[in-house]
């Protein structure tokens, strides 16, 4: 126990500790199913280690004594502990799985209910794949400590104690000389197990590195390539490659050391037994059924310890598996509904921004004493350059990202006193990117709400102008959107997502309007979809149609993070300021194109 | 059997280990199988009452036995299961080495996460089938034929009676096997099931904030998860009779024996050191019998693995120096481009990205590209160091087709600044020095002034050791393209092309940077794309190019007097201008 001196030893264990408290959590609902299986470890041990003693039986009382009956009756009750142990063995196993399994699939659903909750902020910062890990990989390794990590150990642990009574029971003296290895054995494995500790730590610290190093050359490919640098690159690759290959070489060694050497105490201490017990034999204190017995008590005690050094590698890396899960888990949700968040009814679709400000990065501020004021029902066009906080100001309204400063109300009660969930429902959100989850139309268009009707989606395709591509197609609604909608075209998912808004039919409508052009035809049936969507709605939307921002009732103009203009198109014209550029830069062009095709189809020959 | 042959190389590459260690094993076999020949005479002794010095003998050579068996199996299990991470190792280094020979094209078409997998997970599926499989391949029969000639030189009958559970065995084995790997194949399934909605929810997470769809989404997540739940446990329950079955039929064995040799040994024809003796080799052949169907599914899953990794080894690199490369000596005339035609392989309308391009880039001279997003500009770009080869037509380097030089040759000509920015983990020296082996700190400070990099470095506590994160994230955007810029630089190329690399570097300080290049540049031959006209209108040639192909050439002050799609821009670029400074 020299080893609990050294620090990070202690604190290693102090924390594997506390991990295995907060799974032990997730056991909980399950505990009663979890205690009746470890109760039938010690009948499943039992029966397997009543075998040896009746082969012990067997030998000295029945076939030492010529009793053939005696025999069968010890055949018979060996044959009733196999089954026992057969039985005991399978349910033993199935049950912890069923333990297992319960909690791990409770374990996955907080992850996933978890990572719902943070807010945007986090999945800027962290990449989709690493997420995905935590709910699958990681996951997947704890199952593998219950199956053949700390739930073997217990049963291990268990067993060595059962032999080692029975040893006693049988016959002391031999009960030592059997186990008289055990000492400098304990020793080798606590041994084994620092030294293990070390290496197995830098096997995950190199595998780790080489999987950055290869996920890093195989996105920055075209660099490496266009540098002509693949050779300096596989020389690093394959360094980092040899030191993990020689950090396996040397656990290798040490694994294959601490088998072989259990494995030759084991036989070992059998040839102290044949000694000792062979002298006891022939002084006709024991029968030869003893020695037996003893002999598969050996056995059964060894295996545990010669597999311990799996076992162990397969604890440590299930702890750091439970070390970043438990990390996601808390992270804390920043962006939730506070006790005390109303619902204010009835809702007005009035919106005010009250002087701002907000940054994703600190010193870089985005938005900078932004105000303005919306009235219900009133629709505003948002412009301004890129990188003037359009997509941003957007972004805030249904608190995707909360602001440092000032304040945003909705319907007169400040988002972050709003019921969250109730917040983003009054809010229908378009974004130029239509996402689309794979699934149905139907499904898509509800967004898995199963209690909205057919009819009132159906109702809301045909006002979205979407009805008629969707009718052409052979499933009609049942159609399988493919992973991102890649199966439709891009003026197609913007009719859907109008459809979605109608289908929720929320108060307030906010759009970033796409600017990926699409054909003539699609796009007169947006604008007409757009114009029935945005009747009877309050309207904040950035425009990049030059019919939106002509149908709006105000534009506010933004500019380096800043209001700078609010008011009709014509006064902002007349005023001949930034908007008016503006619209020289973005708009003029769209309505010189629109001029010219109305008189002459081509513009270049 | 295609992936067998790969294999064999790895293997005979390491023909010594794999010997050795065989030997080995075949060493401790004999002394495994020994000791319970030892143990019988042992007993024999005690139970004809023979003299404890008899015993005592036959106690020190087992335990003698046991001391070098202990030696001889560290060695057995070392060097196959080194061999198997050798293997590893040099599968890995050529995959790697591989990789870095196909082509954009081949990155393009496939995601970063499904590569990252199979190198990992399959490299370790066939290192295992190489490591413990080789292991337990070689051991099981050994056991077993020593096991069986030693019991029947014992006893033929009572060797027949103890293996008379093994065809139930075998039969049990084979029935489960297939029900195990499909079980265990629809788990895998699910997971992929699970780990796609999580995928997918993950990069819908706007969507699913913005319509509260959380609910929604976690109780879809949770349906898919117990169905997870489900198939692991129907899983489950085939491993979880399947061992004990196995252990339970060995235990019948031993039974078979107690019984069987009991009777025997009353009648008088067998002695109790025979028993002990069978039991003990049957507990020997216990654990080659339980292993059985994983050694198979071992060898089932590396088989699967290999397969795929040949996909990749096996993809021949598209874009690859010519067995008789012309080598590359310096730029004396240029780059030419003579009727360049290009499709993108992903494009599925098959409309041409770039149609009939002719233009020359005489050494010395400049090249200026504009066009909207989408007209073919970065795709000219690409072309030059062979990203992607062109469909008709050449390009020419010193009237040679590029595709007759030797790959490394051209690329080591060209400076290519991309438009996306790329940076590695390390710190900015050696993403700065990444093109050459030794930079001095002079070169380095002198490519950092020109790209404009040194007001940030100063700001920068460790200056040039400032480690970037991943991709460079902890640097602004500007700063990665300034960073790209001065990497490109520090290679000191006669030829640079800046595919938009200034695209987030603000005007005023592009025009800086343009400034100091442009004394840099004086005798360099340089290709510049910009979406904004104050790059490119000191260029000795402008092209306009719309849809794949060139609508307008000529200088800056003849295009705009030409008052086309240029003049426009410029138009506009003066505008934006103008705003930025409101």
Redesign the interface.
């Known amino acids: 126990m020299a080893d609990l001196s050294h620090p990070e030893e202690i604190l290693g264990k102090a924390y594997d500790l506390r991990l295995i408290r907060r799974l032990w959590k997730f056991i909980t609902p399950y505990k009663r199913l979890f205690w009746f299986a470890m109760l039938l470890l010690p009948l499943q041990q039992a029966f397997g280690l009543a075998?040896p003693y009746l082969?012990k039986v067997?030998?000295d009382q029945?076939?030492?004594q010529?009793d053939?009956g005696g025999?069968?009756t010890?055949?018979l009750l060996?044959?009733g502990a196999?089954?026992g142990?057969?039985?005991m063995?399978?349910f033993h196993?199935?049950l912890t799985?069923?333990v297992a399994?319960?909690c791990?699939?409770d374990l996955?659903?907080e992850i996933?209910?978890h990572?719902?909750?943070l807010p945007?902020s986090y999945?800027d910062r962290n990449p989709?794949?690493r997420?995905?890990t935590r709910?699958?990989t990681d996951v997947?390794v704890l199952?593998e400590m219950f199956?053949s990590g700390v739930m073997t150990l217990i049963s291990d642990f268990l067993m060595v104690v059962w032999i080692v009574g029975i040893m006693f029971y049988l016959h002391v003296e031999l009960a030592l000389v059997s186990l008289a290895l055990i000492p400098p054995m304990a020793f080798a494995i606590n041994f084994f197990r620092v030294k293990a500790r070390h290496t197995y730590r830098q096997i995950r610290e190199r595998i780790a590195r080489?999987?950055?190093y290869?996920?890093?050359?195989?996105?920055?490919?075209?660099?490496?390539?266009?540098?002509?640098?693949?050779e300096?690159?596989?020389r690093e690759?394959?360094e980092l490659?040899?030191d993990?290959?020689d950090a396996?070489?040397l656990s290798?060694?040490y694994?294959?050391?601490l088998?072989?050497?259990v494995?030759?105490?084991?036989?070992?201490s059998?040839?102290?037994l044949?000694?000792y017990g062979?002298?006891e034999?022939?002084h006709g204190v024991i029968g030869?059924g003893t020695?037996?017995a003893f002999?598969?008590y050996i056995?059964r005690f060894f295996v545990p310890l010669r597999d311990f050094s799996q076992k162990y590698a397969v604890m440590q890396s299930a702890m750091s598996s439970a070390e970043r899960i438990f990390q996601l888990l808390d992270t804390p949700v920043t962006i939730d509904s506070s006790k005390n968040a109303v619902v204010p009814k009835p809702f007005r679709g009035e919106v005010a921004f009250d002087n701002v400000w907000f940054h994703y990065k600190a010193d870089d501020p985005v938005l900078k004493g932004v105000s303005f004021r919306i009235a219900p029902g009133e629709k505003i066009a948002l412009v301004g350059?890129t990188g003037s906080g359009k997509t941003t100001t957007i972004k805030l309204l249904?608190r995707?990202y909360d602001i440092q400063k000032g304040s945003i109300k909705v319907s007169g009660v400040d988002v972050r006193d709003w019921d969250?969930?109730a917040l983003?429902?009054h809010?229908g959100?378009v974004?130029q990117d239509v996402?689309l989850?794979?699934g149905d139309i139907r499904t898509n268009l509800a967004?898995?709400?199963r209690s909205v009707p057919i009819e009132r989606i159906e109702k809301a395709a045909h006002f979205a102008n979407a009805d008629s591509f969707i009718r052409r197609l052979p499933e009609g609604f049942g159609a399988q959107v493919r992973?991102?909608g890649s199966n439709f075209s891009g003026g197609q998912r913007q009719l859907l997502a109008l459809a979605?808004v109608l289908v929720?039919q929320p108060e307030i409508l906010v759009m970033d309007e796409a600017t990926s052009s699409v054909d003539t035809e699609t796009e007169a049936l947006i604008q007409d979809a757009l114009e029935r969507v945005m009747r009877d709605r309050t309207c904040l939307l950035i425009a990049h149609r030059l019919s939106t921002i002509r149908n709006a009732d105000r534009i506010i103009v933004l500019?380096h993070g800043e209001v700078?203009e609010i008011g009709s198109h014509a006064e902002l014209m007349e005023k001949q300021?930034?908007y008016h550029?503006?619209y020289?830069?973005q708009y003029e062009?769209e309505e010189l194109k629109l001029a010219v095709q109305e008189t002459e189809p081509k513009v270049?020959g | 059997m295609e992936s067998m042959g790969r294999l064999k190389i790895y293997l005979w590459r390491y023909w010594r280990l794999y010997l050795l260690g065989g030997l080995c094993l075949f060493g401790t076999a004999t002394l495994v199988m020994w000791?319970p020949w030892w143990?019988r005479e042992?007993?024999r002794?005690?139970?004809e009452?023979g003299?404890?010095r008899d015993?005592?003998f036959?106690?020190?050579i087992?335990?003698l036995?046991?001391?070098a068996?202990?030696?001889i199996?560290?060695?057995?299990?070392?060097l196959i299961?080194?061999a198997g991470?050798?293997v590893?190792?040099d599968l890995?280094?050529d995959l790697?080495?591989h990789?870095?020979?196909?082509?954009?094209a081949f990155?393009q078409s496939r995601r970063?996460?499904d590569?990252?997998s199979r190198?990992?997970n399959d490299i370790s599926a066939v290192r295992v089938m190489l490591g413990p499989g080789v292991l337990n391949f070689v051991n099981a029969p050994l056991y077993y034929l020593y096991a069986l000639a030693l019991m029947l030189s014992m006893d033929v009958r009572m060797t027949l009676a103890a293996l008379a559970p093994f065809p139930l065995l075998i039969y049990a084995a084979a029935k489960f096997r297939g029900r195990i790997m499909k079980a265990s194949l629809d788990v895998q399934q699910q997971?992929s099931v699970?780990?796609?909605h999580?995928?997918?929810?993950?990069?819908?997470?706007?969507?699913?904030?913005?319509?509260?769809?959380?609910k929604?989404?976690?109780?879809?997540?949770?349906a898919l998860?117990?169905d997870?739940?489900i198939k692991?446990?129907d899983l489950?329950?085939l491993?979880?009779?399947v061992?004990?079955?196995m252990?339970?039929i060995n235990?019948?064995t031993?039974?078979i024996v107690?019984?069987y040799g009991?009777?025997r040994?009353?009648r008088g024809d067998l002695l109790?050191a025979d028993?002990?003796a069978f039991?003990?080799y049957l507990?020997v052949l216990a654990w080659p019998t339980a292993a059985f169907g994983w050694m198979f599914s071992l060898v089932e899953r590396g088989r699967a693995a290999m397969k795929r990794l040949e996909e990749i080894l096996n993809t021949q690199p598209a874009i690859a120096s010519p067995t008789t490369a012309v080598p590359v000596r310096g730029l004396k005339n240029g780059v030419e481009f003579r009727d360049v035609s290009f499709v993108y392989e992903r494009q599925s309308n098959g409309h041409p990205a770039l149609e009939g391009i002719n233009f020359s880039l005489p050494v010395g001279k400049s090249v200026g590209l504009v066009g909207r997003i989408g007209s073919g500009k970065s795709t000219i770009a690409q072309l030059v160091?062979r990203?992607f080869d062109v469909a008709l037509g050449e390009i020419l380097v010193d009237g040679q087709d590029i595709r007759k030089l030797s790959?490394?040759g051209l690329?080591?000509l060209?400076g290519?600044v991309?438009q996306d920015p790329?940076l590695?983990?390390t710190s900015l020296r050696r993403n700065l020095a990444?093109?050459r082996?030794v930079v001095s700190d002079e070169e380095l400070q002198h490519a950092v002034s020109i790209a404009k990099l040194d007001r940030d470095l100063e700001i920068f506590p460790r200056g040039l050791d400032t480690v970037v994160g991943?991709?460079g994230v902890t640097l602004s955007g500007g700063q990665k393209q300034r960073a790209t810029l001065a990497?490109a630089l520090v290679?000191d190329p006669p030829v640079l092309i800046l595919d938009d690399s200034l695209s987030s570097v603000d005007a005023q300080t592009e025009a800086e940077i343009l400034q100091g290049l442009r004394s840099f540049l004086r005798e360099k031959t340089c290709l510049i794309i910009s979406h904004r006209i104050s790059a490119v209108k000191d260029a000795d040639e402008i092209l306009v190019l719309?849809e794949g192909s060139i609508?307008e050439r000529g200088s800056h002050d003849q295009l705009v007097e030409r008052g086309g799609v240029y003049a426009?821009l410029y138009q506009?670029q003066r505008?934006?201008e103008?705003?930025?400074q409101?």
Do not use: C
């Open positions: 075998q082969m067997g030998i029945y076939i030492a010529r053939l025999l069968q010890v055949g060996f044959l196999l089954a142990e057969t039985v063995v399978f196993y199935y799985m069923a399994q319960r791990l699939a996955r659903a996933f209910s990572v719902q909750k945007m999945f989709v794949g997420l995905v709910t699958t997947d199952q199956s080489i999987n950055a290869l996920g890093e050359a195989i996105s920055g490919m075209a660099v490496i390539q266009l540098f002509a640098r693949e300096k690159t596989y690759f394959d490659n040899a993990h290959r396996y070489h290798n060694v694994e294959a050391a088998y072989s050497m494995e030759a105490a084991g036989s070992v059998v040839a102290l044949l000694w062979g002298g034999v022939l030869i020695v037996v002999k598969e056995h350059a249904n995707f969250l969930q983003r429902r809010i959100v974004l996402f989850f794979s967004l898995g709400d992973e991102r979605r929720f500019h700078r300021g930034i550029r503006l020289q830069l062009r270049y | 000791i143990i042992a007993v002794i005690l139970e009452g003299s404890l015993v005592t036959y106690a020190a087992i335990g036995a046991a001391l068996q202990g030696g199996r560290t060695y057995s299990r070392a299961f080194n991470r050798n590893e190792y890995r280094n790697f080495g990789l870095q020979k196909l082509p954009l990155y970063t996460g590569l990252m190198v990992i997971m699970l780990s796609s999580v995928q997918e929810n993950l990069s819908g997470m706007h969507v699913v904030k913005a319509y509260s769809q959380e929604f989404q976690t109780q879809q997540f949770v998860n117990a997870f739940q692991s446990l489950a329950r491993r979880g009779i061992t004990p079955i252990q339970g235990g019948l031993v039974l107690i019984w009991g009777v040994v009353m109790v028993i002990v039991i003990a507990n160091p990203l790959l490394r690329r080591k060209l290519y991309p790329f590695f983990s990444f093109g082996d991943e991709r990497r290679m719309d609508i426009e506009q505008l934006t103008e705003l930025e409101i």
